[in-house]
């Protein structure tokens, strides 16, 4: 920063929106750094701990509203969180993580002080499918539970390593959640049709759930598969219970996401599930 900030607007005392030397508006956070300051005024490089940019009005206004509400300490403590995200991984976060983890983060200890307990019920699919994500979460979760003295349950874990997942890849959590769920209901579908105990932490269900992830990726996008129509007629005739299984799913998958689902994937599938079924009726 070679020139100090200008105060553009005040969102409480410990954070402002400036304009910087290329006029390019910034959420920049410092101890008292708003207190009695007016549009206009110089904020010295010194008296900065941390900026971010936070161009979209949307996004600003979301973010005072959310400010407005929220114990100035928690504020900092999340950014400090953030801070500790980025460092842990190369790729630039959207940021509306800023955003969208103080939301959740300040309803989650509001829950844990009304003792509301949800429910993570794609916990052990987020771990398996973003395990960097889960790891980062978890370090987050630890930060935020010695800082304030408090235990957030592990299902947040879950639930922030999806923000953070959306941030690195700019997807929506919205979408990166309903990708979850239906991972989620699909092998809970596979447990029942086969009558398994899945072991969560073998290859095979490793294999699977991230087979399931691709899927719907390539579906959402409208990827087309080549066809596989030989192969389709020996696995029917050689797996038909597994085979029937992945066209069940398909069609779970067709409806949720409405989006049609090549033919060839009934293959790939019946792979997976052959294989998770051989394997676990052998360790029976």
């Not at 991972?183 to 809970?188: D, K, S, Y």
Request: net charge negative.
């Amino acid at each position: 920063m070679n020139k100090s900030l200008q105060v553009k607007k005040v969102l409480n005392n410990n954070v402002v929106i400036a304009i910087d030397s290329f006029d390019e508006e910034r959420i920049v956070i410092g101890k008292g750094i708003g207190f009695g300051k007016k549009p206009g005024e110089e904020i010295l490089p010194k008296q900065v701990d941390k900026l971010f940019v936070l161009k979209d009005e949307n996004e600003q206004e979301q973010y005072k509203t959310l400010l407005d509400s929220i114990d100035e300490k928690i504020v900092e403590l999340i950014n400090d969180v953030i801070v500790h995200i980025r460092t842990r991984f190369e790729n630039e976060l959207n940021e509306h993580i800023h955003v969208a983890l103080t939301d959740h983060i300040t309803f989650a200890i509001k829950r844990l002080e009304q003792s509301m307990d949800i429910k993570n019920p794609f916990l052990t699919e987020t771990q398996t499918l973003y395990p960097k994500e889960y790891t980062v979460a978890e370090e987050a979760i630890e930060i935020i539970n010695k800082s304030l003295g408090i235990h957030l349950p592990e299902g947040e874990i879950g639930f922030v390593a999806l923000h953070i997942h959306s941030a690195i890849t700019n997807k929506s959590v919205t979408d990166i959640k309903k990708h979850s769920e239906l991972i989620n209901t699909l092998m809970q579908m596979i447990q029942h049709s086969l009558d398994l105990s899945i072991d969560t932490k073998s290859i095979n269900y490793l294999r699977l759930v991230r087979h399931l992830r691709h899927a719907i990726e390539r579906i959402s996008m409208g990827d087309i598969m080549e066809e596989q129509e030989k192969l389709a007629k020996v696995l029917k005739e050689e797996y038909p219970l597994c085979y029937n299984l992945a066209w069940k799913l398909i069609k779970v998958m067709q409806n949720t996401l409405q989006k049609p689902v090549p033919h060839a994937e009934a293959v790939y599938l019946t792979m997976h599930l052959q294989r998770l079924s051989r394997y676990d009726n052998e360790d029976k």
